[in-house]
């Protein structure tokens, strides 16, 4: 390669599904975008086409990495996977991140990313292997889910391959799909998108290496001081319960090792004990969160090993080998692995009760379908959706009565796992059924079915049931119709902000990591305090006004985001403005991608210069939302909540104590500082030509003048 | 066949070419100990040891993987890693079987067998430069790369197929035990590579044997 910078592979491949042709361009022209979304954004800004489906085959989807992707610095196993979504209104652009292995493996094949457009003829999987690249037939696991298709692509490639693949889901075109890989890891919102190209999965073998320009002592160094730093998942910083090497404590902490919790199916079982915070060699057992999602006595039955990412020393993933899968369900493994929402989903639609049987078995063989069909959920948003139109007895009224009789109402009444066995093959199999499946249809398309359904307050049949006055449904963003990801349920006006300017619920846990960290509130207001003003930080459900340091934390936690989907890096742990350690009372490090980023590729840079460098994709990414909506209003036309968020606990007031109430007001005030603190013009929340340029994007302000969306 | 203890005894004030065969010698080089009736799978016992992975206990994280290639090539990658995680890691030891999710590995029942240099004496005793020989501090067989044509002897006949030719410079690369300071082990989050003296070995071997067949 040209470049003279470690990290980046060098090239980016095409693959044209329509026309067969295969070619690469240098990664050179996308180094202000750092990689992955950057990348992703970039190259979908490039070929964005008014009105585009993510459906029609001129549609790209970008799988792509960074710098940092298989360079062995921590937590830099991730992928980030772009394109237009079916899942969202008018198909809008969304990233999707993916971890495991398959990133770092791209690194070793010698590509930052992979491209893809157009359709096959026919079902085709993509073949590389280092400079080899192919398209191949995949007719014969065309139809299987994605635990055999990911063996089928590693049989034919070997066994050193890593592969992803969509399952039925995808191949049906349910909106509400995505791709798995083995070991459990997943990204959603794409699955139809590589369907409708007739994409069935792509494989992948490297024999290179990701080129590092700084030494084996500098790497190892960096390595050893953010071990020093680093919490659980969350970055929670505390263990969950009191332990003697501990100042604090908090319950629901991450950090689950104790003497109660064991790896009790491993062959040998694993009794975890206290794990203390500067226990290098026994960071793996800290998270062992299992917990969480089939409580303890089926943790230590169940679970055989934490497990997770390239370079991760956290482990989130809980491998769990769980008898009944194979003995009650009849599924051919009794083996499940996931994390966070891969195993809550499944709950949140169930009438379950915690530390129950049915709760367990609910979790792990509820993420055994959807992982094996490959079905997305939106953050939950499908299940609380089902959950709560169940509850309120309201698909009698909207499905027709050869239907309604179809559907094992009694499952769910009787709290029988059983219900999502049925459930999830009408969301997987929209089309196989005699009647219209408009329930198994609704699941997998739910954006549709708010307006087929007339769910906004405006189909008396169901008496006028309205989806966005409803808090337990969770539908956060109006106009985007996406669930609440860490909004003002848990981060007030901070959380708010973040979960308005994506295009989907905002995979961002910047502010998470801070906010859930499990120390005192004294001392996380302290810290927000100080990195981002006074008053960043308020006490969960007791929020008051916005303020500046509120807008600020917000902004700092999007610019994260993107800047570790872009390296790539793990949002779920970093970063790290909080550490485990009393020394250094209790503080982190901020710069630590930036260390990262300066070791790996040789290219120094101070925190805030590679912070720029991140704004430089979330500014692309507003001025591509205002493009694909054609709004000159994106305060209007986007940035619009649910009613329950404000009219959540009528009996109280915002900034009552013990609410999450926002206030119509309150947020209005709170858009425009934010959009302030972007450069954005202050009424409409678009970029303003000068901020545009200002990040080397005057081209981006130049499409939106002649469409007569930019600002001024 | 010999015993622990004799093997211990012989690895004590050990001199070049001590020649054992047997139980650790089938450990060591993933040859049943009926091989060894005609003379093969000998090795020669030397001060140090040897890395061994505790399937039980790894998570699949593959630090240890780049820490070993930050600290012998300077980048990242299972090719030039010493340590192999990613092989077995999805599907287990023998690849894909019919019935995947019964094996080992991520697709499997979770058991992650990485593969690690047993510093037996194949490598040595194949290659055609006589590039390979042994360390007398750490007991490490060592590539001496002056000497490596990269023909791939080794890595051909290595019984852990830990030994790779790296194309970038056409040589074969392995374990040298980081010169008695395995990086692999430092970095390990949960103990499950460790460093065993040939005192040590056979019960670790023992453990780490019993994944690497089929299962059932």
């Known amino acids: 390669m040209a470049m003279n910078y470690g990290g980046w592979a060098g090239k980016v491949l095409w693959v044209n599904l329509t026309t067969s042709e295969i070619w690469t361009e240098p990664t050179e022209k996308y180094l202000d975008y750092l990689g992955g979304s950057g990348i992703g954004y970039k190259i979908l800004w490039d070929h964005h086409v008014d009105g585009q489906l993510g459906t029609d085959p001129e549609n790209v989807i970008v799988y792509s990495i960074g710098p940092l992707t298989g360079s062995g610095v921590i937590c830099s196993g991730r992928m980030t996977v772009t394109s237009r979504s079916p899942a969202t209104p008018g198909h809008l652009i969304t990233d999707g991140h993916v971890g495991g292995h398959i990133g770092p493996e791209f690194k070793y094949a010698g590509y930052d990313a992979l491209a893809v457009i157009g359709k096959a003829n026919s079902p085709v999987w993509i073949r590389i292997e280092d400079d080899k690249v192919s398209i191949e037939s995949a007719t014969a696991i065309w139809g299987k889910g994605t635990f055999?298709?990911?063996?089928?692509?590693?049989?034919?490639?070997?066994?050193?391959?890593?592969?992803?693949?969509?399952?039925?889901?995808?191949?049906?075109?349910?909106p509400m799909s995505g791709f798995m890989t083995p070991g459990g890891h997943a990204a959603g919102g794409h699955g139809a998108v590589m369907g409708s190209k007739n994409l069935k999965g792509v494989g992948v073998h490297g024999t290179g290496t990701c080129t590092i320009k700084a030494s084996r002592d500098e790497m190892r160094a960096l390595d050893d001081h953010i071990l020093g730093i680093i919490g659980s998942n969350n970055n929670n910083v505390v263990p969950s319960t009191p332990q003697s090497w501990a100042e604090y404590y908090s319950s629901g902490s991450r950090w689950k090792a104790r003497d109660e919790i064991k790896w009790g199916a491993a062959d040998e079982p694993v009794e975890l004990g206290e794990v203390a915070w500067n226990e290098r060699n026994r960071i793996g057992y800290r998270c062992s969160m299992a917990e969480m999602y089939?409580?303890?006595?089926?943790?230590?039955?169940?679970?055989?090993?934490?497990?997770?990412?390239?370079?991760?020393?956290?482990?989130?993933?809980?491998?769990?080998?769980?008898?009944?899968?194979?003995?009650?369900?009849?599924?051919?493994?009794?083996?499940?692995?996931?994390?966070?929402?891969?195993?809550?989903?499944?709950?949140?639609?169930?009438?379950?009760?915690?530390?129950?049987?049915?709760y367990a078995l609910t979790a792990t063989a509820g993420a055994y379908l959807r992982d094996d069909y490959g079905i997305f959920s939106g953050y939950g948003l499908t299940h609380h959706i089902f959950k709560d139109m169940k509850t309120a007895d309201l698909f009698k009224h909207l499905l027709s009565a050869e239907e309604f009789a179809d559907v094992p109402w009694e499952q769910w009444d009787n709290n029988e796992p059983e219900f999502l066995v049925d459930l999830y093959k009408r969301v997987a199999f929209p089309d196989s059924y005699p009647h219209e499946n408009a329930l198994g249809r609704m699941m997998g398309d739910p954006v549709s079915y708010i307006d087929i359904w007339k769910l906004d307050g405006t189909n008396p049949a169901i008496d006028n049931w309205n989806i966005?006055?409803?808090?337990?449904?969770?539908l956060f963003n109006r106009s985007m119709r996406h669930a609440l990801h860490h909004a003002s349920e848990c981060a007030s006006q901070v959380g708010t902000l973040i979960n308005v300017i994506f295009n989907r619920d905002p995979m961002c846990h910047s502010h998470i990591n801070v906010v859930n960290g499990g120390l005192p509130y004294d001392i996380l207001a302290e810290v927000c305090a100080e990195k981002f003003g006074e008053g960043a930080f308020d006490p969960v459900k007791w929020y008051t006004p916005i303020n500046q340091g509120k807008v600020n934390f917000a902004k700092w936690c999007v610019v994260k985001n993107v800047l570790h989907d872009s390296l790539t890096i793990c949002n779920w742990v970093f970063p790290l403005i909080i550490s485990p350690d009393k020394e250094k009372n209790y503080r982190g490090d901020s710069s630590i991608e930036a260390q990262m980023y300066s070791?790996?590729?040789?290219?120094?840079?101070?925190?805030?210069?590679?912070?720029?460098?991140?704004?430089?994709?979330?500014?692309?990414?507003?001025?591509?939302?205002?493009?694909?909506?054609?709004?000159?209003?994106?305060?209007?036309?986007?940035?619009?909540?649910?009613?329950?968020?404000y009219d959540i606990d009528p009996d109280k007031n915002f900034g009552d104590q013990g609410t999450i109430k926002m206030d119509r007001d309150d947020i209005q005030k709170a858009l425009g500082m934010f959009?302030?603190?972007?450069?954005?013009?202050?009424?409409?929340?678009?970029?303003?030509?000068?901020?545009?340029?200002?990040?080397?994007?005057?081209?981006?302000?130049?499409?939106?003048?002649?469409?007569?969306?930019?600002?001024? | 066949m010999i015993t622990r203890r004799g093997m211990l005894k012989g690895s004590m004030g050990v001199a070049v070419g001590t020649v054992y065969s047997g139980t650790l010698v089938s450990f060591l080089t993933g040859c049943g100990s009926d091989n060894n009736d005609n003379g093969n799978g000998e090795v020669v016992v030397m001060p140090g040891g040897l890395m061994v992975v505790n399937p039980i206990l790894c998570v699949g994280c593959r630090r240890c993987e780049a820490a070993c290639g930050w600290n012998h090539?300077?980048?990242?990658?299972?090719?030039?890693?010493?340590?192999?995680?990613?092989?077995?890691?999805?599907?287990?030891?023998?690849?894909?079987?019919?019935?995947?999710?019964?094996?080992?590995?991520?697709?499997?029942?979770?058991?992650?067998?990485?593969?690690?240099?047993?510093?037996?004496?194949?490598?040595?005793?194949?290659?055609?430069?006589?590039?390979?020989?042994?360390?007398?501090?750490?007991?490490?067989?060592?590539?001496?790369?002056?000497?490596?044509?990269?023909?791939?002897?080794?890595?051909?006949?290595?019984?852990?197929?830990?030994?790779?030719?790296?194309?970038?410079?056409?040589?074969?690369?392995?374990?040298?035990?980081?010169?008695?300071?395995?990086?692999?082990?430092?970095?390990?989050?949960?103990?499950?590579?460790?460093?065993?003296?040939?005192?040590?070995?056979?019960?670790?071997?023992?453990?780490?044997?019993?994944?690497?067949?089929?299962?059932?």
């Open chain 1, 599 to 645: 070791l790996v590729t040789g290219d120094k840079v101070t925190e805030e210069e590679l912070d720029i460098m991140a704004e430089r994709t979330v500014q692309l990414h507003r001025a591509f939302t205002a493009l694909e909506m054609n709004s000159n209003d994106l305060r209007r036309d986007h940035d619009v909540l649910s009613d329950w968020v």
């Open chain 1, 468 to 474: 966005y006055a409803e808090s337990n449904v969770h």
């Open chain 1, 294 to 358: 089939v409580g303890v006595e089926y943790t230590n039955k169940w679970l055989k090993r934490m497990g997770g990412c390239h370079a991760c020393p956290i482990r989130c993933y809980c491998e769990m080998k769980v008898p009944e899968l194979k003995s009650r369900f009849k599924f051919k493994s009794e083996y499940i692995t996931n994390t966070c929402g891969g195993f809550i989903w499944g709950n949140y639609l169930m009438p379950t009760t915690a530390g129950t049987e049915q």
């Open chain 2, 73 to 216: 090539e300077g980048d990242c990658g299972p090719t030039i890693a010493r340590v192999k995680v990613a092989h077995n890691m999805n599907y287990g030891p023998h690849g894909v079987q019919s019935n995947y999710y019964e094996q080992r590995g991520e697709s499997g029942d979770f058991t992650l067998v990485p593969q690690t240099c047993h510093q037996c004496n194949v490598c040595m005793e194949v290659c055609p430069q006589k590039a390979i020989s042994i360390n007398e501090k750490t007991g490490a067989r060592e590539v001496d790369e002056s000497l490596c044509v990269g023909c791939g002897y080794c890595a051909d006949k290595c019984p852990q197929q830990t030994i790779k030719v790296v194309r970038s410079k056409m040589k074969s690369v392995k374990c040298d035990l980081c010169q008695g300071e395995p990086n692999c082990a430092q970095v390990c989050t949960t103990g499950a590579i460790k460093f065993y003296t040939w005192e040590e070995a056979e019960e670790a071997l023992e453990i780490y044997n019993n994944y690497t067949g089929l299962v059932g």
């Open chain 1, 675 to 712: 959009y302030e603190a972007w450069g954005w013009d202050s009424e409409t929340g678009i970029p303003t030509r000068a901020t545009l340029e200002k990040f080397g994007l005057g081209y981006a302000a130049d499409k939106l003048a002649a469409k007569g969306l930019l600002p001024g």
């Open chain 1, 148 to 174: 055999d298709s990911n063996a089928e692509l590693t049989k034919l490639m070997g066994q050193d391959a890593q592969v992803f693949s969509i399952g039925q889901a995808g191949e049906n075109l349910v």
